[in-house]
């Protein structure tokens, strides 16, 4: 099953308005971060949360992590017509490999924000 | 930031094909390279983790004889899909990041090829 749930699925506000996105996810993490996805594109990292950390800001963005709850949420600000694009939470757990140890990305399945101007 | 580059962007191969793709670090020095697929409306899900030097590391179900990873050099890594399927159509996406294990390390994407097998 996937380690992160984003709600909603889709989402669509006018321009100005913000945008709340949550994610939920299942076991223990080592951080938590949001990628932000445009069409048939590559993904864009967003901002990086420690398990140790509850809030985060940058720019018009706010995330929050609350380890107890397992999950996190995004908050947009002041939203764009250009922030229209997918949002991803991402957890990374550590693991064994041939190669050493990797933290490697368990994505969830996203939410659509659509922001009409 | 960091830069990372793949080709082709788009490919459309006969069913039966190989086909390769590329996934380059354009201004750094990744140790380890994450290959993703991502069907459409989808997430993104994680094929395999290459360390330099090593071999891949499969997630489950990922048949590693069919997906075949190389990851000769610090800035190269290449995924080919052998005797590719209709099924295997798909938005195929590459990460690379600079340490093999830093905690909190960001994972670079590329902007991902989008293969379809007719």
């Known amino acids: 099953s996937q380690q992160g749930e984003e709600d909603p699925q889709a989402l669509s506000i006018q321009e100005g308005e913000n945008a709340t996105m949550n994610c939920s996810y299942k076991?223990?993490?080592?951080?938590l971060q949001w990628y932000r996805q445009n069409s048939g594109r590559g993904l864009v990292h967003l901002i990086l949360i420690r398990s140790n950390e509850r809030e985060k800001h940058s720019g018009r963005l706010r995330v929050t992590l609350d380890t107890s709850k397992k999950s996190s949420s995004l908050l947009i600000t002041a939203s764009r017509a250009a922030d229209t694009a997918s949002y991803f939470c991402a957890t990374d757990l550590l693991f064994p490999n041939s190669g050493g140890s990797n933290y490697k990305l368990t994505f969830g399945k996203g939410t659509l924000l659509t922001v009409n101007p | 930031g960091a830069v990372v580059s793949q080709h082709p962007s788009r490919v459309i191969c006969k069913s039966g094909t190989s086909v390769k793709i590329e996934c380059r670090s354009l201004?750094?020095?990744?140790?380890?390279m994450f290959w993703y697929r991502q069907f459409p409306k989808q997430s993104l899900m994680l094929m395999a983790t290459s360390n330099e030097g090593s071999k891949a590391t499969y997630e489950q179900g990922v048949e590693k004889d069919k997906f075949l990873i190389n990851h000769a050099s610090l800035t190269l890594s290449t995924l080919t899909v052998t005797s590719a399927h209709p099924e295997d159509s798909s938005f195929y996406i590459c990460s690379a990041s600079g340490t093999s294990g830093g905690e909190g390390e960001t994972q670079y994407f590329g902007p991902g090829t989008r293969l379809l097998v007719l």
């Open positions: 076991t223990s993490i080592n951080n």
């Open positions: 201004d750094f020095q990744a140790t380890t």
